[in-house]
């Protein structure tokens, strides 16, 4: 039974995020990582806007953003583990949702100016530092609430979310962040510290066809 084949970059935080999906909804896929400067032809024919991560199933079905793919692994889970990541009450995820979607929409465009400030010379650095910072204060204010996100449970949200935060702690990895969002940097390194995204951090090769297959295998959450 041939695999569904996740077209992936190890750096890039849409993609981290769909393998730590596909990781907790227990799914094998073959991955091939890519490479931007020569993104693969088979990847362009089923996926011509050429973002990574694209899922392609047996079925010849394409999932080509990154949330739908981590929504699909965990719905095929259809485990109580899965369930509770995706939300158990309409509040939860609705709030889940929520997150997200500031994440993507709002905090992103922030952090992609913030980390690249001087392709964007309207506003300095601190400015767009201070701008990203409105959604750090937000998910800060929630982990004090309970020990992730949404309540004392993980949820789709702190993965989906997590690979952003790190990215913006990358930027200037010298500026201590515990002073301002202690609880959003204690979140992160445990996050980053789990088996489970130290697997999605796995290094590839490039792919390039007949390239012998990588697999990603499923596992549950574990520190
Ligand atoms: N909305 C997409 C965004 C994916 C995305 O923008 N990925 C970036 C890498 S982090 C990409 O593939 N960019 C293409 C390029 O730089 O050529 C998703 O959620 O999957």
Not at 104 to 133: G, N
Request: hydrophobic fraction near 45%; aromatic fraction near 10%; glycine fraction near 4%.
């Amino acid at each position: 039974m041939p695999l569904p084949i996740l077209y992936s970059f190890r750096r890039c935080p849409y993609a981290m995020r769909a393998r730590l999906g596909l990781l907790l909804g227990q799914c094998q896929v073959e991955v091939r990582e890519i490479t931007f400067k020569a993104k693969p032809a088979e990847m362009l024919a089923i996926s011509p806007k050429g973002t990574v991560p694209v899922l392609q199933l047996p079925t010849g079905e394409v999932i080509a953003e990154s949330l739908d793919i981590m929504l699909w692994g965990l719905h095929k889970a259809d485990s109580p583990a899965a369930q509770q990541l995706l939300g158990q009450t309409t509040s939860a995820q609705s709030l889940i949702n929520e997150l997200i979607v500031q994440n993507d929409v709002e905090f992103k465009p922030w952090l992609d100016k913030y980390k690249y400030a001087d392709r964007y010379p309207e506003y300095s650095q601190a400015d767009y530092f201070a701008k990203a910072s409105t959604f750090l204060v937000r998910l800060e204010a929630q982990l004090q609430q309970h020990p992730y996100l949404i309540s004392p449970a993980l949820s789709l949200a702190d993965f989906a979310i997590m690979p952003f935060i790190r990215q913006f702690t990358a930027v200037d990895a010298k500026r201590d962040l515990n002073g301002d969002f202690p609880r959003l940097m204690a979140w992160l390194t445990e996050l980053t510290s789990t088996d489970i995204f130290q697997h999605a951090m796995t290094k590839y090769v490039i792919w390039q066809t007949g390239n012998t297959p990588n697999y990603l295998l499923g596992m549950s959450i574990s520190k």
